[in-house]
């Protein structure tokens, strides 16, 4: 079982970032996949989620610049961001098998990628 990120990397505020997730357990098309991120010195949050059949949920941080969306035949999860702030900077993590809720406590992991946002 592996959840993969990458796409992560270096901007200015006002910039996008694509960031892309691959899962390799066999029930990964029928789950919910989604993105948490964590900032230095704080807890992880939860950044937005998606179902297998396409309903997303985001965080109200998030909502508007971000946007989710997965590709079931590739196994694959993305986070395009747009108008990025330095408070979007942290760590991002993509996440897998877990209820479409802000609450989620998904089953696996990926080991994250940073992302860094000038101003």
């Known amino acids: 079982v592996q959840v993969v990120e990458s796409g992560g990397g270096l901007v200015q505020a006002g910039g996008s970032l694509r960031l892309s997730c691959t899962a390799s357990?066999?029930?990964?098309?029928?789950?919910?996949m989604g993105w948490f991120r964590q900032a230095p010195g704080k807890e992880r949050e939860f950044v937005a989620v998606?179902?297998?059949?396409?309903?997303?949920l985001y965080s109200d941080s998030v909502k508007g610049r971000f946007t989710i969306s997965r590709d079931n035949a590739r196994s694959t999860v993305a986070l395009q961001m747009n108008s990025l702030k330095p408070q979007d900077t942290a760590v991002y993590y993509c996440?897998?098998?877990?209820?479409?809720?802000?609450?989620?406590?998904?089953?696996?992991w990926g080991q994250g990628t940073q992302v860094t946002v000038s101003s």
């Open positions: 357990m066999r029930t990964v098309n029928t789950a919910v």
């Open positions: 998606i179902a297998w059949y396409g309903d997303t």
């Open positions: 996440a897998s098998h877990m209820a479409l809720e802000v609450d989620a406590s998904p089953k696996f």
